[in-house]
């Protein structure tokens, strides 16, 4: 079983820093600069022999108003009320400040058990932080380094009363392939890979309403959203399921173009949004319904499809939108700005209202369909030989007709094909244009992107002129 723990503290105090630990990679952002985190972020740990949900959470900053301060806030109750066990991070070489006690009393009135953390324990110098950390009430405090990795094994052991004993069932499932066709292995493997929880990432510029989105979809107030531009820093994975479809959704920060962001925290951000977004199997790109498609629009589209992930677009505040222009504006930016993508599935929404999202979650699973889609051999030879005799290859460098032999599914997720050739180099590129336009329209592959690689195929009769 796994055990829920959350991380929490006031600002700069080292939280990212000790979740990004526990699960083993840079996932959440870290800078100097306090406040950086916004939302809360979870991840899966194996710490040692515990099985993990690690909450990473916003430094408490006490504010009365509703400011972006106080919906932070709220998300770390949230987190504190959902937690087992919280981490209760201070900073041991500044010492305990107000804000830390003020903390520790809010944290105490929710009677969840606190483990008390001396965060950035590198040398003895921090002795007296630590003795002062018992006016806080929350226990014996450890002396840690979340940089560092020191204190990790006492952290455990008192993390060991906590576990929730028992296994998940998970078991291998492992299969033997011995004597199986290709085609039997590539189905199996292919069934494997779709009974994972889709990735779904929720992509687009500043304040086009992105988290309000994923709210939406999970019916609760998981992300912060507000008037402001840029709230979302981190990409935040929410583990959700529709319709017994399970999901990793993915909400992201906006992407503003390159020569507007400044910050190292937007560069940061930047990054960990086109991370997100590349490791999805389909993206939603959400577009604010009074500006569809402009330039930076297009060039996330460009980059989503250039990595093979599946595309989805949404236009977003359809409730408020000039409905005509909005989608006469969108057609003709799809048709000449996004070609290499045909039939990219296009779904009008209100993520405030809760309006069109069921639209939209299945267009994103009739997408994901077809970008795990597999083309018999037989189908797929008979299509390519139909289209070589409606319009033959045209003439190489030598006057004679390219040969195209024949053509076979490489992969999957996106799907890729070889075709292979007596002279491949001499194929023209609008020829390939042809086939990857039949190839969408016949096998329904729109939305999605296609890899088709010509190959020089072997000549059988080579060797056998050498040996004369």
């Known amino acids: ?84 066990v919280c981490l209760f991070l201070f900073d041991a070489r500044a010492g305990i ?12 009135q929710s009677g969840k058990p606190v483990i008390l953390l001396a965060n950035k324990c590198e040398g003895k110098a921090q002795e007296d932080s630590i003795h002062e950390a018992y006016t806080l009430g929350l226990g014996e405090p450890i002396p840690f380094s979340a940089e560092h990795g020191l204190g990790l094994s006492d952290v455990y052991q008192r993390l060991i009363p906590f576990d929730k004993k028992g296994d998940d069932g998970a078991d291998d499932d492992g299969v033997d392939f011995t004597g199986m066709s290709e085609d039997e292995i590539n189905a199996i493997k292919d069934e494997k890979a779709k009974a994972k929880p889709l990735q779904l990432a929720i992509v687009g510029r500043p304040n086009v309403g992105k988290s309000t989105l ?39 920060a906006g992407l503003r173009r390159h020569a507007k962001v400044e910050s190292d925290v937007e560069k940061l951000s930047v990054a960990n949004t086109k991370h997100a977004a590349f490791m999805a199997q389909v993206v939603i790109l959400v577009l604010d319904a ?11 589209a460009r980059q989503v499809l250039d990595e093979g992930r599946a595309l989805i677009i949404a236009v977003n505040k359809w409730d408020i939108a000039n409905r ?26 209100s993520a405030l209202k809760k309006e069109g999202l069921d639209k939209l979650m299945s267009a994103v699973f009739k997408v994901y369909d077809r970008w795990n889609m597999r083309i018999p051999t037989a189908p797929l030879n008979q299509w390519f030989g139909d289209m070589i005799d409606r319009y033959p290859p045209p003439l190489g460098k030598n006057k004679r007709r390219i040969k195209l032999r024949y053509i076979t599914q490489a992969k999957t997720r996106p799907p890729a094909f070889y075709i292979f050739s007596s002279n491949p180099e001499g194929l023209p590129d609008a020829y390939l244009r042809y086939l990857t336009h039949s190839l969408r329209e016949t096998f329904n592959l729109g939305g999605i992107p296609l890899r088709i690689t010509v190959r020089k195929s072997n000549n059988p009769y080579a060797d056998k002129a050498k040996k004369k």
């Open 97 to 108: 400040q107000p804000y830390d006690k003020h903390f520790a009393d809010l944290v105490r």
């Open 214 to 252: 994923m709210n939406a979809l999970l019916g609760e107030e998981r992300m912060l959203t507000g008037p402001e531009a840029g709230v979302t820093r981190d990409a935040i994975t929410v583990e959700w399921e529709w319709k017994g479809h399970k999901v990793n959704l993915v909400d992201t």
């Open 1 to 84: 079983m796994t055990l829920k723990i959350v991380i929490i503290g006031r600002p700069n105090v080292g939280k990212s820093t000790l979740f990004n630990r526990f699960v083993g990679r840079k996932a959440a952002i870290v800078h100097d600069m306090p406040g950086v985190t916004r939302d809360r972020r979870e991840g899966f740990a194996k710490f040692f022999d515990l099985n993990l949900m690690v909450i990473d959470t916003a430094g408490y900053e006490y504010s009365k108003t509703d400011s972006l301060e106080k919906r932070m806030w709220l998300q770390t109750q949230r987190a504190i009320d959902e937690a087992d």
């Open 324 to 349: 005509q222009e909005a989608l006469q504006k969108l057609n003709d930016k799809l048709q000449t700005s996004l070609a290499q993508a045909e039939g990219v599935p296009t779904v009008t929404i």
């Open 290 to 300: 009074d500006a569809v498609l402009d330039k930076q629009d297009l060039t996330i």
